[in-house]
């Protein structure tokens, strides 16, 4: 009975959407998030009569007999629609307005990307993220420095003590990618590139089609909690179903052990 095979792989498409959902859901607070969606896919067809197939001489079947086996997840792609930005008041906090992906490096000296700019001072004055590595290109703040500025093109500046013009001290470029959804993700609100996203184009903010920067801003998660709720329960009753109709194949089995002579 293929009923019983094909729902079963309902089930588990759906046990993917689930855990996709409750992983949005996980991360409603993450600064930079980008939701996923899971996509799936009818899986082979049993071909019983090809469409087309001659019935006489002179006429053929019109539609066929092709039968389902079930279905599959496909994909799992991240949307990177914007999201919303809030003001701290921290001029170390970093906004991405538009398209485009700070670079971090990793202590391999691979560089990563991300949306999350909530930046830190570490010990040496420099840039880093919440992990401690580095933003590049590097920008060093110099210990006399008594308020930092970064401007809309990222050209970042710094008063220093017993000074009242501010002097440039370094640029942010961002990054941008031709399918940022084939970025591999690494965790810590960090991605990799893959030959499916193609090679960054580095630029500087407010160029090459990329956003610019808002200082004293955080972009918040993209994560929508009243479509994920939906999802959710759209999720858990066609696994319902798909269970139900596992039951309605067993029960129809049944009948027909029971059958007697």
């Known amino acids: 009975?293929?009923?019983?095979?094909?729902?079963?792989?309902g089930m588990t498409a759906q046990q993917t959407s689930i855990d996709v959902i409750a992983n949005n859901l996980a991360n409603v607070n993450t600064v930079g998030f980008k939701a996923s969606r899971v996509d799936f896919q009818d899986l082979v067809y049993q071909t019983l009569r090809e469409p087309g197939a001659a019935a006489t001489e002179s006429t053929q079947v019109p539609t066929g007999v092709q039968v389902g086996l079930g279905a599959k997840y496909a994909a799992v792609q991240r949307i990177f629609t914007p999201g919303e930005l809030r003001q701290t008041g921290n001029n170390l906090d970093l906004a991405i307005e538009?398209?485009?992906?700070f670079q971090i490096q990793l202590p391999?000296?691979?560089?990563?990307y991300t949306r999350d700019g909530a930046f830190k001072l570490d010990g040496q004055g420099r840039l880093v993220n919440s992990d401690g590595?580095?933003?590049?290109p590097e920008i060093t703040i110099p210990p006399d420095a008594v308020s930092v500025s970064?401007?809309?093109?990222?050209?970042v500046s710094v008063t220093v003590a017993g000074e009242s013009e501010p002097q440039q001290i370094g640029q942010i470029t961002?990054?941008?990618f031709l399918n940022p959804a084939g970025t591999t993700n690494l965790g810590h609100n960090l991605m990799l590139p893959t030959p499916a996203s193609g090679d960054p184009i580095?630029?500087?903010?407010?160029?090459?089609g990329l956003g610019t920067i808002g200082q004293g801003l955080l972009e918040l998660s993209n994560v929508n909690i009243i479509e994920?709720?939906?999802?959710?329960?759209v999720a858990q009753r066609a696994y319902e179903v798909d269970s139900k109709a596992i039951q309605v194949a067993d029960e129809m089995l049944a009948m027909a052990n029971n059958l007697h002579r």
């Open 98 to 101: 538009g398209d485009g992906f």
């Open 133 to 136: 590595l580095p933003l590049q």
């Open 1 to 9: 009975m293929r009923g019983l095979w094909s729902a079963a792989t």
């Open 202 to 208: 580095t630029a500087a903010p407010g160029s090459e």
């Open 150 to 155: 970064v401007g809309s093109d990222g050209t």
């Open 108 to 112: 391999d000296g691979r560089t990563a």
């Open 174 to 176: 961002l990054a941008k």
């Open 228 to 233: 994920e709720m939906v999802s959710m329960i």
